[in-house]
């Protein structure tokens, strides 16, 4: 029977994303989808969904949710700093870590523990079967389209899978654990108003740390440190035009915020740099407190550390075996 | 990074976009050059797309967003090369002329009542006009829509008369309703959605502004169109609502044809 997750407790933050929604910008729509695209593809992979299929998985981001399984078997894993309990009939809570998939069966509920902040991933085989809406099932709020309704799953939702589950299909687990070098500097690339910025503040973009402020969500996130100067103050509002994820937008006070999945299509700041896509799913582990470092490269470079990222992946997926099942 | 040729730039907008840049402002002649550079980029992609051996390959773009000044266009390095693209992105907008805005033409039914419209009456006293010169105002212009953005569907229009400009409230308010018509600056806008907003409120279209549903044509309008409002009364504007609401009302009944 194809399997269905009933939310018995929605927790705070958690959305339904795939790899997002593109062209549909020209008319103001984000692109949305998941916040740590490389993670969100450890929790599929795991759950035994081929890499291609982009399935549609919870993001969990605050409070995790608690979940019933109404139908199933369910073949569930988890990637991220996080860990569960899974209740089955009266026994016993068994402990559910990240790094592996399992299998759940109806009656099962599964609690998530604390998170210490970052994205997380829950996939189940086969994906999340939530409508697709203009090409995807990535949540975006604030137009109401994409997951349940448009909004984050509450309780009372259903999470349909999309396909069925073989309880005695191999269990996989992680030989490593996908993580990313938080000392390294975060790559970026100058512009497009890189000219609007004062010589000193382009040189001290690679010098200066910045520190990561409790002001961050699906939209973006603000740091705090040394103040990053327009040539003119005038200089610090432009005729908007165009920004994408990664895009780090400076205004007039000099602080820089880096937009995020769900930003807007256009705005107002000059942008000093932009990050590059190899670098862009580490910002969706950020947590309020740590410290970000820049380096401007140029695009043969972004293109080589894209490449790299994308084959660090392939390793570490071929790096899965076979693991126990959890009964 | 940037690289200038003429009056047209070609910046990096990160590793997977380039925005061709013409111009800082907010200028007719500015948007004609985007629309003629969209133009041909359409055609370029339409040409490669049926097959036909051009000298602009133009694989791997996902999305082209025109902006008041500016057109970015979103590429998949995976399918293409960014350097490349770039350079036949630059050297399209270089032989590319302006096209004068002529998108599609609309005429948007608007209720002016009180209740829907907050900020009117203050607009009107601090111009020295009357209420129903203002509406007067408003509805005997053509606006046209610079670009999509801020929100899904919401219109930057310019073409506000003079007399009309006018800053934004200096505290937004928490919640601007749906719908809304608004001005602020030199700009015209409907607010698709609930939301913060500083802009000055004067009035209500029942016309949705975005409708996810509609797969092929989600937002109402698109950067290059024109408008004009119908002031209708609130009678009518219940009424229209309610038929929105239900799914009942055809939006492309309010579009113009050329000669009228």
């Given at each position: 029977m194809l399997g269905v997750i009933e939310v018995i407790d929605g927790g705070i933050g958690n959305t339904i994303q795939d790899s997002g929604r593109t062209g549909f910008r020209h008319i103001g729509l984000a692109v949305s989808g998941y916040l740590d695209a490389y993670l969100a593809r450890c929790a599929n992979a795991l759950a035994?969904?081929?890499?291609?299929?982009?399935c549609a998985c919870v993001e969990i981001r605050a409070v995790g949710p608690r979940l019933l399984?109404?139908?199933?078997?369910v073949r569930l894993a988890l990637a991220g700093e996080i860990s569960a309990s899974l209740y089955r009939n009266d026994d016993e809570a068994r402990k559910i870590r990240a790094w592996r998939s399992f299998t759940a069966f109806p009656e099962d509920e599964i609690e998530f523990d604390y998170l210490p902040g970052g994205s997380s991933y829950l996939a189940v085989r086969g994906g999340i079967d939530s409508p697709v809406q203009l090409g995807s099932r990535s949540t975006y709020q604030h137009a109401l389209i994409g997951g349940i309704d448009g909004r984050q799953i509450m309780t009372g939702n259903l999470l349909p899978c999309a396909t069925t589950v073989d309880p005695a299909e191999p269990e996989k687990s992680a030989s490593t654990i996908w993580s990313y070098n938080r000392a390294a500097p975060v790559r970026v690339v100058l512009?497009?108003?890189?000219?609007?910025?004062q010589k000193e503040t382009i040189a001290q973009l690679e010098t200066a740390s910045y520190r990561v402020t409790p002001q961050i969500d699906r939209m973006g996130m603000r740091l705090e440190g040394p103040e990053l100067m327009h040539v003119l103050p005038s200089a610090a509002d432009i005729v908007s035009d165009c920004v994408t994820p990664g895009a780090i937008q400076v205004p007039g006070d000099g602080q820089p915020i880096i937009l995020l999945a769900d930003c807007q299509t256009v705005g107002g700041y000059p942008k000093i740099a932009t990050v590059i896509r190899a670098d862009?799913?580490?910002?969706?582990q950020c947590h309020p407190e740590e410290m970000l470092r820049f380096q401007p490269v140029g695009l043969p470079r972004a293109r080589l550390a894209f490449l790299e990222m994308e084959t660090r992946w392939s390793v570490w997926a071929r790096g899965m075996t076979r693991a126990e099942a959890i009964r | 990074m940037s690289e200038t040729v003429g009056a047209v730039r070609l910046l990096s907008l990160g590793d997977a976009a380039w925005t061709v840049e013409f111009g800082d402002r907010i200028d007719p002649g500015l948007f004609s050059r985007v629309r003629g550079f969209a133009a041909a980029l359409e055609q370029a992609r339409d040409e490669w797309r049926n097959g036909v051996v051009t000298e602009t390959p133009l694989p791997g773009i996902v999305d082209v967003v025109p902006t008041f000044r500016s057109l970015t266009v979103f590429f998949d390095p995976h399918l293409c090369n960014g350097e490349t693209l770039g350079k036949t992105l630059l050297q399209l907008a270089e032989t590319t002329g302006n096209v004068p805005v002529a998108g599609r033409r609309w005429k948007i039914p608007v209720c002016f009542e009180s209740e829907f419209a907050p900020d009117l009456d203050e607009l009107a006293e601090t111009k020295g006009l009357s209420r129903d010169e203002v509406i007067a105002l408003m509805t005997e212009t053509e606006f046209q829509v610079y670009m999509i953005g801020f929100m899904p569907g919401f219109p930057y229009m310019g073409g506000l008369p003079e007399i009309l400009g006018i800053p934004r409230l200096s505290s937004p308010r928490k919640a601007v309703p749906a719908r809304s018509l608004a001005i602020a600056g030199e700009m015209c806008a409907i607010y698709p959605w609930e939301s913060p907003g500083g802009w000055r409120l004067l009035g209500r279209t029942p016309?949705?502004?975005?409708?996810?549903?509609?797969?092929?044509?989600?937002?109402?309008l698109a950067s290059g169109d024109r408008v004009n409002w119908e002031a209708i009364g609130r009678a009518r504007f219940l009424e229209m609502e309610q038929e929105a609401l239900a799914g009942h009302l055809d939006r492309f009944a309010f579009l113009l044809d050329e000669e009228e």
């Open positions: 035994g969904n081929p890499d291609s299929a982009n399984i109404r139908e199933g078997p512009g497009p108003q890189d000219e609007l910025f862009l799913p580490r910002l969706g | 016309l949705p502004m975005f409708v996810a549903a509609e797969a092929e044509s989600p937002s109402l």
